[in-house]
């Protein structure tokens, strides 16, 4: 899964909890992204960050929180506000470049609601 | 938002034959890439083709991009048992350095 850890496998959330999602990759890329995945569909972009303290809203924002205080990672936390939390979320990390570039993507967190 | 759609959504063949998976896009695009997926996992990269280019190669992996359709392909050659996973094309649209947008993808089944 080329340099990228995401944990844990699984995590499970109970009504009403906050919960976060690491991501740490050792690629030295400046660009982390977080996707959802929901059973049968594409990924949807949560959040992403080019660069250390900085990052922008994806399609899927809403009920979803990031920081960027090191390079290396990417926490996503969950929040109550998201009513519909169980899927499976994949971070994935790209070099810098002006021309779309490649992404290598961690296992996954598979959450899952109490 | 989904730009890309694959076609079919799900393809069974024997070990051996080709396996021909397309994706249609809407608007211009800077790049397109295919990802495959095993279950439960995360995504691979496959190959990444630029607007400028028409065809690509891998492996027994060939790719196509028609950017006049807004239309891609994937072709697997001599296909194996291990090639069965889902397959996601992606696009980076014009004006949009680094996010990838995902099609619902193709769920291939190889048949040993």
């Known amino acids: 899964d080329g340099g990228i850890t995401q944990s844990p496998k699984y995590l499970f959330r109970k009504e009403g909890q906050n919960v976060t999602l690491s991501c740490e990759q050792n690629?030295?890329?400046?660009?982390m992204y977080w996707y959802r995945q929901d059973p049968g569909q594409g990924l949807r972009l949560i959040y992403y960050s080019q660069i250390v303290n900085d990052f922008q809203k994806g399609d899927i924002a809403e009920g979803y929180s990031v920081s960027r205080e090191k390079k290396e990672s990417f926490p996503l936390t969950v929040t109550s506000a998201q009513k519909n939390p169980t899927a499976f979320y994949l971070c994935?990390?790209?070099?810098?470049?002006?021309?779309?570039?490649?992404?290598?993507f961690g296992p996954g967190t598979r959450l899952l609601v109490l | 938002s989904q730009q890309g759609e694959e076609d079919p959504q799900a393809l069974s063949i024997q070990e051996g034959e080709n396996a021909t998976m397309n994706c249609s896009y809407k608007t211009s695009i800077n790049n397109l890439q295919w990802y495959r997926q095993n279950s439960g996992r995360g995504l691979v990269h496959l190959i990444l083709?630029?607007?400028?280019?028409r065809e690509k190669h891998s492996g027994r992996l060939r790719v196509t991009l028609d950017t006049s359709k807004k239309s891609s392909s994937l072709l697997i050659t001599a296909s194996r048992a291990a090639d069965t996973a889902s397959y996601f094309c992606a696009t980076v649209p014009s004006g949009s350095a680094r996010q990838l947008t995902f099609g619902s993808g193709t769920q291939l089944t190889v048949l040993p």
């Open positions: 083709i630029r607007s400028n280019e």
């Open positions: 690629l030295n890329h400046d660009a």
């Open positions: 994935a990390s790209s070099s810098a470049g002006t021309n779309g570039e490649t992404q290598y």
